[in-house]
């Protein structure tokens, strides 16, 4: 089983920058894409960006174009979330999550079992 362990959020007033991390541990594949979600209470998740494992192919909600920015550290096993000019409507819980496949992520399909996630307040 594969194992997801975000951190790095935080309180921060609207228009600052904070960075988040997920580290992947376990059964994880060879290779896999891996992506950020969000959720705010009595919402679903919703997608915010992919990343291949080569990072040649990244994808973003419109949402955060422009924004955030996605990452990656294979040597790591780690995901990483750079997001600037922060909003209040971007508070949520951030998730990670990874697949065999990037539009698996992208469409949020069958993935992983979902870690804690990490609180991102922005407050106005």
């Known amino acids: 089983q594969v194992q997801l362990v975000e951190s790095g959020g935080g309180l921060v007033q609207a228009g600052g920058s904070l960075r988040l991390s997920c580290a992947a541990s376990?059964?994880?594949?060879?290779?896999?894409?891996m992506g950020w979600f969000r959720q705010t209470p009595g919402k679903e998740r919703e997608f915010v960006a992919a990343?291949?494992?080569?990072?040649?192919?990244?994808y973003y909600a419109d949402s955060v174009k422009g924004r955030f920015t996605i990452s990656r550290d294979n040597a790591k096993n780690t995901v990483y979330l750079q997001m600037n000019s922060l909003k209040p409507e971007d508070t949520a819980v951030y998730h990670c999550?990874?697949?065999?496949?990037?539009?698996?992520?992208?469409?949020?399909?069958?993935?992983?079992?979902w870690g804690q996630g990490t609180q991102v307040t922005v407050s106005s």
């Open positions: 376990g059964r994880t594949p060879s290779s896999y894409a």
């Open positions: 990343i291949s494992w080569s990072g040649g192919r990244i």
């Open positions: 999550n990874l697949d065999r496949e990037f539009y698996t992520i992208v469409r949020m399909g069958l993935l992983s079992p």
